[in-house]
Structure formats: structure tokens, C-alpha cells
């Protein structure tokens, strides 16, 4: 009997498999105008699809690994949730919309007008936040961890920018209604978010620098030439991408570019 309801269940599986493979090639998308409010609003249908053309923002937490080993899953998700929520306020406050948070990183689009400056501010605020308010609380828990300590474990983000179409679909998994977000720009940003860069938060390709350079042209607001560091070439989502890398390191923070310098929303932090 158990034998019996074994392969009846597989033999359903198999079928469901099946129908997934033939919805998911087989049902035509029906495309959505580029609005950004469709960024934020849940999908009517689940053939409901979205094109535009935005600056993809992924925003990851250094060594969160470690981080969580320290501190233990309840603590560690605590300062993870107080990243996400603070990433969420600074990227709403500068007209940007947050797409997903994956456990110690968020994904946010940029549309408009200015959104490679506004994308570029947002890393440089959340960078801050991460940096002034959850590091010292951080360092503060570990209290005389001496691995942590002689690790110099700390709270810090990296931050990756790139810029290009992206087509969304919805998901309904398991009850989890969700999108899925394609396209190159965000492969990129997730990787440079992960990038060895010296220290330096933004990591950002030569298309982005290019349009935050244009953005910025008459405006005080224009960063300075030595905010980011030399070019170098970085393989990234199938190809080699020039990159740059921008922001102080930690300890050599200087007065930043105007528009690279707002207040940043303080969330509370549990």
C-alpha cells in the first residue's frame, strides 16, 4: 500500500512537472506600458510581464557568514532586518523602488530622471547608515568575542550599480507571489556587489559612471574626479565589464559630493 501511494505521488509530481514546462514555454507574456508604478505593485495575472530600462541597485552585506557565526541566527537576522528596512527608507526616500530582499541583500530599481545619481546616493546613504549606526551595535554585541575581534569583524555593505533593460514576470511558488527580474544589469550589480574594491563601497560599471558624469554636468552637485578609483576590467555575467569604484574606505571618510550627501533616514533598530 505505501508502495502503491509512493508512485502515485510521483507519478503526480511528474505531471505537474510537466504542466509547469508547457505554462512556463507555452503561455504568451502580456506586456504591461513601462510605468514605474508597476515596479511596486503585485502582478494581475500570471502572464502579467514588465519591460523597462532602469539602474539596478543590489545592496549585500560583507562576510554576513561570519557575521551570523558571531552572533547566532536571531541576533544576525535582527541586523540583517535592520539593513533591509533601512535600505528600503533611503531608496523610497530617493524615488527608487525596492524589488526583493535576499536575506542580507536588497535589489532596487532606479527610473527617471537623475537615476543613476539617485541610485548612486542611495549606495552612499545606506553605506553610512550600515557604517555609523548598525557597525557600532554590531561591535557592541560581540563584546569580547576575541575571534570576532582579532577578525576585525564589522558591519559593512557592498554595494553594485549597472544600468539596462530588465523584463519582469510574475511567480506564484508554493503560495509565494513574487517576480522574477531578467536581464544583465541585475547579474551585474548582484556580482559587483560581491567584488574585492579595496575597501571602497560602489562598485559601478563605465555605463553608469557615464550617466551619473551626464546627470550631474550642470549641477554643483558633480562628484569629483578622485571620488572613484582607476578603471579596471571585472568578468561579470558573461563578459568583461570596465568598472570603477567609488566612496572613502572606512576611516578616510571626507566630506562626500553634494549629491552624494543627504540625510539618511535612521529606522528603528531592534
Known amino acids: 500500500m505505501t508502495a502503491q501511494r509512493e508512485e502515485t505521488t510521483r507519478m503526480g509530481l511528474a505531471s505537474q512537472l510537466a504542466h509547469i514546462v508547457e505554462e512556463s514555454f507555452d503561455t504568451p507574456h502580456l506586456l504591461r506600458p513601462p510605468d514605474p508604478r508597476h515596479l511596486s505593485e503585485g502582478p494581475r495575472t500570471r502572464q502579467d510581464a514588465v519591460v523597462f530600462d532602469a539602474v539596478c541597485l543590489y545592496i549585500d552585506v560583507n562576510g554576513s557568514s561570519d557575521i551570523l557565526n558571531a552572533l547566532g541566527r536571531q541576533d544576525g537576522a535582527r541586523f540583517f532586518r535592520a539593513l533591509a528596512l533601512g535600505a528600503a527608507a533611503v531608496t523610497t526616500a530617493n524615488g527608487g523602488h525596492v524589488c526583493g530582499v535576499h536575506g542580507d541583500a536588497v535589489l532596487a530599481f532606479f527610473t527617471g530622471p537623475h537615476r543613476a545619481l539617485r541610485a548612486a546616493s542611495t549606495a552612499r546613504q545606506v ?35 549597472d544600468i539596462g533593460p530588465v523584463f519582469a514576470v510574475p511567480v506564484d511558488a ?22 574585492p574594491r579595496q575597501r571602497r563601497p560602489l562598485a559601478v560599471t563605465a555605463e553608469v559612471l557615464d550617466s551619473i558624469e551626464a546627470e550631474s554636468e550642470h549641477h554643483s552637485d558633480r562628484p569629483p574626479p578622485d571620488y572613484w578609483s582607476p578603471e579596471t576590467t571585472v568578468h561579470t555575467a558573461g563578459a568583461m565589464r570596465r568598472v570603477r569604484f567609488g566612496g572613502q574606505p572606512p576611516g578616510e571618510r571626507k566630506e562626500a559630493p553634494v549629491g552624494l550627501e543627504r540625510r539618511v533616514p535612521t529606522p528603528v533598530v531592534p
Not at 547608515?129 to 551595535?137: C, Q
Not at 513574487?178 to 567584488?195: F, M, P, Q, Y
Open 127 to 161: 553605506d553610512t547608515y550600515a557604517s555609523d549606526t548598525l557597525d557600532p551595535r554590531l561591535r557592541a554585541r560581540l563584546g569580547r568575542n576575541r575571534t570576532a575581534l582579532r577578525r576585525g569583524l564589522g558591519f559593512s555593505v557592498g554595494c553594485g550599480m
Open 174 to 195: 508554493g503560495g509565494v507571489r513574487d517576480r522574477i527580474w531578467s536581464g544583465r544589469c541585475v547579474n551585474t550589480a548582484a556580482k559587483l556587489s560581491k567584488v
